[in-house]
Structures are given as C-alpha cells and as structure tokens.
C-alpha cells in the first residue's frame, strides 16, 4: 500500500547537534503527521501540517512540507538524549479510504 | 484522567486459541484503529472503525476480528487463524480519520 517513506532509516549524532529527517510520499494527501515512539512504548503525536501550509514550529522541532515534491522534513535542534526514539511520518490520502498511513520510521540516537 | 488504555501489556497465546485484546478511550473520539508492529518496524492497519456499530479491514485484516459496540470500547481478537500472531499491537483513537490520533501504551502478544 502506499505510504511515507522515511529517510534515513537510522541516525546517531552527538547530543547539541541538529538532527533532520525526512518523509516521502506518493499521493495527494490531506496532511501530514509525525509522531514518536520510545522503544516498546505507544506513539506520541509531534505535529500536524496540512496540506495548504509550508513550515511548522513546535519548541525545538520545525517542520516543513512540499506538496510539490511530495516530501516533508523534520527538524529537532539542539538535539538531547530524551530525543533518541524512532521518528514515524504518517499521511492521510485525500483520495480513496480517508485512514493515515505509516512509514517504516527513522532510529534517532542521541550520543552523550 | 482522559486517555486510551489498553490491556493487558503482555499476552500468551497458545496454538489454535482466539485471544482478544481490549482497547478503551474516554476521550469521547469517534473513531478507533488497531495497529501491528513487528521488530524494527512501522505500524501497519489492521481495522479501523469510524463511528458506532461501523468498521473497515485495513491492509492486514485476515486472522483478526474486531467489534464496536460501544463508542468507548473497540476489542480486537487474535484468531487461530492468524499463524504469525506474534507482535505489539497498538489501538488509537482520533476526533476523526483525518485528524491526530492518539495512542495507547500497547499490548505485546507472544505464541507459547
């Protein structure tokens, strides 16, 4: 089924550093969504950006969307080691069954 | 507290046995999904269920049944069916389908 797809599927850097990920999808879509996942635990809800906006902020997270790219980026600076999780972008078809679809996820770790 | 519960955390299953895995919200949300995560990946959609008494097969629905009786509650059995049950299973719930969906801490299912 179509869906995000995130990149890179891990990264590791030292904690203060800049961390960005990136999502790509392949159809229209309504918004887009980017939640976190601490090893075994639920998914927390990061951000939503609909479809006719372009930059979000939310504390130390921005993240932008091109439509015509289809592509979305995440970007969580002056990194700390509570962000290491996995990073999951989801999109919502504006096409076909209305339902949020899930990409494989980006592994951040965040080095001390 | 306004959250979504699910239970139990840790499940045993023996061959040939249904199981059933219990998901409620007081969130007053209409609709309700069921999620699979295998080792290292993304969620994937079992059913998801847009309003009372209504429900939808998501991408890998066969071996899996679910109900929705009641607004709060949305249960989901594990079939004998299903020959490779073994995963963490994740409920969320949202406002609406489009909308952000809120997660539940998860019910990690294991075949004896």
């Known amino acids: 089924s179509q869906q995000g797809e995130e990149d890179p599927q891990a990264l590791s850097i030292q904690e203060g550093e800049n961390a960005t990920m990136n999502c790509s999808y392949k159809?229209?879509?309504?918004?887009l969504q980017w939640y976190r996942q601490n090893s075994g635990r639920g998914l927390v809800h990061l951000i939503l950006?609909?479809?006719?906006?372009r930059e979000k902020h939310s504390g130390r997270l921005r993240v932008t969307l091109d439509t015509s790219k289809k592509s979305s980026s995440l970007l969580i600076t002056a990194s700390r080691a509570a962000d290491t999780a996995s990073y999951f972008c989801?999109?919502?078809?504006?096409?076909?069954?209305?339902?949020?679809?899930f990409g494989q996820g980006t592994r951040l770790t965040i080095n001390p | 507290d306004g959250g979504i519960t699910q239970s139990p955390k840790y499940l045993f299953r023996k061959e040939g046995q249904n199981v059933t895995l219990s998901c409620e919200q007081n969130?007053?949300?209409?609709?309700m999904y069921w999620y699979r995560q295998d080792p290292g990946q993304g969620l994937r959609l079992i059913y998801y269920?847009?309003?009372?008494?209504?429900?939808q097969k998501g991408d890998i629905a066969e071996g899996y049944s679910v109900s929705r009786e009641k607004k709060e509650s949305f249960p989901l059995t594990v079939t004998s069916a299903q020959k490779n049950p073994t995963a963490f299973y994740l409920c969320?719930?949202?406002?609406?389908?489009?909308?952000?969906?809120?997660f539940g801490p998860g019910t990690r299912l294991l075949v004896l």
């Open positions: 969320a719930s949202s406002m609406a389908v489009q909308e952000t969906q809120y």
């Open positions: 159809t229209s879509i309504n918004n």
């Open positions: 950006i609909r479809s006719n906006e």
């Open positions: 989801a999109t919502v078809w504006i096409q076909g069954a209305q339902k949020l679809v």
């Open positions: 969130l007053n949300h209409d609709a």
């Open positions: 269920s847009q309003i009372v008494n209504d429900f």
